[in-house]
Nanobody, 119 residues
């Protein structure tokens, strides 16, 4: 069982930056794939970015490419989401999640952290 705890959310003005952290504990494997998702009020949860734990290969949705960067610290078992040039439409609850491989379903989720971007 993997446990995930997000932190780093908050209120920021448009154009500002935030860095989210996801602390990972429990049993993990080299093929694990970490993802960041977000859910805005009245909208479905959407995938934002992902990273393969071992290789560091990354994936992004188009709307955040060039603004967000996902990374991981293997020694600390932490996954980060650096968010720059934030826009009001980035406002959402952000969740990290893990799956055992890139083709599996995401099986463990954190509790979420609120990101609010004011215009």
């Amino acid at each position: 069982q993997v446990q995930l705890v997000e932190s780093g959310g908050g209120l920021v003005q448009a154009g500002g930056s935030l860095r989210l952290s996801c602390a990972v504990s429990g049993r993990t494997g080299s093929g694990y794939h970490m993802g960041w998702f977000r859910q805005a009020p009245g909208k479905e949860r959407e995938f934002v970015a992902g990273i393969t734990w071992s290789s560091g290969r990354t994936y992004y949705i188009g709307s955040v490419k060039g603004r967000f960067t996902i990374s991981r610290d293997n020694a600390k078992n932490v996954v980060y989401l650096q968010m720059n040039s934030l826009k009001p439409e980035d406002t959402a609850v952000y969740y990290c999640a893990v799956r055992v491989s890139v083709v599996a379903e995401y099986g463990s989720w954190g509790q979420g952290t609120q990101v609010t971007v004011s215009s």
